[in-house]
């Protein structure tokens, strides 16, 4: 992906929905050696004491990734370890105090060291609560997308699922093992959902 900014040009590698340790464990490793990492997570809190972590989303300077936590047999460990135990890179959050819970639920420790943005743009005189957007765009020049915003956490898991599998604008279904992109008349979904089941 590429972008102009009041900075010039930016070039990074969006890599696509992060589902296994392997790939995880090899992002881990570059990130390791990065001056710095920025970090945002989204759960659902509506009906739960502790948040449920939906998606994580990690980037630096030259790749960035969101990781689906509920893929099956995703291992967190080296993730985490990065957020807890790498004290040479700097974890930059906006308004990170619910991702820091989330870390803390799952180690017993704090991601170390950390950078929030809020807390400095309240310390630059841009306000007590200035949102992300609001703020890169003040600083850089971009707008964001503010298509999401509102949506909870499980809607914007599925809808980084639904842009990792190409599914976009209409109804799209994922029946058995078939990717029905797109609008389908009823009769012809439900000979799909029938021929599935026929046979499993």
């Known amino acids: 992906m590429r972008g102009r900014t009041r900075l010039g040009q930016v070039s990074m590698k969006i890599h696509d929905l992060i589902t ?7 992002l881990c490793a ?6 710095f990492i ?13 948040p449920d ?6 980037a630096d300077h030259n790749e960035a990734a969101a990781i689906d936590p ?6 967190l460990t080296p993730l985490l370890d ?16 619910q991702d820091i819970e989330i870390v803390c639920n799952l180690t017993g420790k704090t991601p170390h060291p950390m950078f929030d ?5 309240m310390a630059l005189g841009q306000g007590e609560q200035v949102g992300y957007s609001n703020l890169v765009d003040s600083w850089l020049g971009i707008p964001l997308d503010k298509g999401v915003c509102g949506a909870s956490a499980s809607q914007r898991r599925t809808l980084v699922v639904a842009e990792a599998l190409g599914f976009s604008g209409t109804p799209s279904f994922v029946v058995g093992d078939q990717l029905v992109p797109g609008f389908v008349e009823k009769a012809q979904l439900s ?7 026929a046979s499993e």
Not at 38 to 50: G, I, K, L, S
């Open 82 to 97: 990065l957020l807890t135990e790498n004290k040479d890179v700097l974890k930059v959050v906006h308004a990170g105090g």
């Open 117 to 121: 943005t809020q807390i400095a743009a």
């Open 53 to 58: 972590l939906c998606l994580i989303q990690v």
């Open 191 to 197: 000979e799909i959902v029938a021929s599935v089941r």
């Open 70 to 75: 509920k893929a099956p047999g995703l291992d």
């Open 30 to 35: 570059r990130w390791a050696n990065a001056p």
């Open 20 to 26: 296994t340790t392997n790939e995880l464990a090899a």
């Open 38 to 50: 920025a970090v945002d997570t989204e759960f659902m809190r509506e009906n739960t004491y502790w």
